[in-house]
Structures are given as structure tokens and as C-alpha cells.
């Protein structure tokens, strides 16, 4: 019942910036966790951020912050991931989830997309 899809991403120079979205419909009541992550070729995937609704809290990897927004879905806009300043480390696919735990790790969230590529050059 649950779909994601995320889009937005695309190749920028370093620096840039670039806003995700994960589209969702079909969100259960309990799952008021967003979760963002990103997996480089041959790595594991890693939480950079989540959003939870239901008490509202906000939480960012060291890496990431300062340069990236995280903000949940609402009945106007799906969630978003702003990425400003970005480094070629950034390069990854992107990818956004739900659950109901707030947590970075993955095994926490079932539903996932499909992932979106991002490549920072320098």
C-alpha cells in the first residue's frame, strides 16, 4: 500500500545544491519517521538524516550538517532533502524511507525506493 519515489537528483559541480523529494502515498498513521540515506558503489547503505513527526525531532550525521534540510511530508508537499555546498563525497544514491522508529539505521524502515543518483564533481 506504501510507495515511495524519490527524485531531484542529478550531476552538479562542487558546491552546488540540489533538493530531493520522496514522494509517498499510502503512509500509515504510525509511520512518522522520514529517513534519508545514501549507498557509493560497493559500500553499505547509511542514514544521514531523519525527520520524526510524532514528537517532532530532528537529527543529521556530522557529515551532513550545516548543508542539508530535512522536512516531512504534509498534505501540500512531499518531503524534501535540500542538499546546499556539496562535496564529492556526497556522491551516492540517494535513497528516503519510513518506519516508526527514529533511528539512522536501516534496518529500522521496510519501505524504500527505488534511489535517486547524485554525482558532485570537483
Known amino acids: 500500500q506504501v510507495q515511495l519515489v524519490e527524485s531531484g537528483g542529478g550531476s552538479v559541480q562542487t558546491g552546488g545544491s540540489l533538493r530531493l523529494s520522496c514522494t509517498a502515498s499510502g503512509f500509515p498513521m504510525d509511520s512518522h519517521v522520514v529517513g534519508w540515506f545514501r549507498q557509493a558503489p560497493g559500500q553499505e547503505r547509511d542514514g544521514i538524516a531523519f525527520?520524526?513527526?510524532?514528537?517532532?525531532?530532528?537529527h543529521y550525521t556530522d557529515v551532513v550538517q550545516g548543508r542539508f534540510t530535512i522536512s516531512s511530508y504534509n498534505n501540500k508537499n512531499p518531503a524534501y532533502l535540500q542538499m546546499n555546498r556539496l562535496k564529492p563525497e556526497d556522491t551516492a544514491v540517494y535513497y528516503c524511507?519510513?518506519?516508526?522508529?527514529?533511528?539512522?539505521?536501516?534496518?529500522?524502515?521496510?519501505?524504500w525506493g527505488t534511489g535517486t543518483q547524485v554525482t558532485v564533481s570537483s
Open positions: 524511507s519510513t518506519g516508526p522508529v527514529a533511528s539512522l539505521i536501516p534496518k529500522f524502515y521496510a519501505i
Open positions: 525527520i520524526n513527526s510524532r514528537p517532532h525531532d530532528i
